[in-house]
Nanobody, 115 residues
Framework: QVQLVESGGGLVQPGGSLRLSCAAP????????MGWYRQVAGKQREVVAY???????DYAASVKGRFTISRDNAKNTVYLQMNSLKPEDTAVYYCNRWPSRNEYWGQGTQVTVSS
């Protein structure tokens, strides 16, 4: 089973910024869409943003205009730049292919937005 490794989470005040990173094996990353997802305890995991290999992106309505997904195909890495963070963005953030594959879920990275 291959797991993706997310990093960059932490505690930030409302209005602050964080940048998440996810390095993936080339077999997962190359020519595939990649996505960021998040989950709050007791709730279903939801998609935050995804990006196709050619660079086309889409976002959940709740983060549009605040978050930016990008990818570095040479480094097999996908990023999520999160600005103007709100308390409701608090969650564990995961990366995976888009659409997701169950066997690729990693441990995620905790993002906590609180004053």
């Amino acid at each position: 089973q291959v797991q993706l490794v997310e990093s960059g989470g932490g505690l930030v005040q409302p209005g602050g910024s964080l940048r998440l990173s996810c390095a993936a094996p080339g077999s997962i990353f190359s020519r595939n869409g990649m996505g960021w997802y998040r989950q709050v305890a007791g709730k279903q995991r939801e998609v935050v943003a995804y990006i196709f290999s050619g660079g086309t992106t889409d976002y959940a309505a709740s983060v549009k205009g605040r978050f930016t997904i990008s990818r570095d195909n040479a480094k097999n890495t996908v990023y999520l730049q999160m600005n103007s963070l709100k308390p409701e963005d608090t969650a564990v953030y995961y990366c995976n292919r888009w659409p997701s594959r169950n066997e690729y879920w990693g441990q995620g990275t905790q993002v906590t937005v609180s004053s």
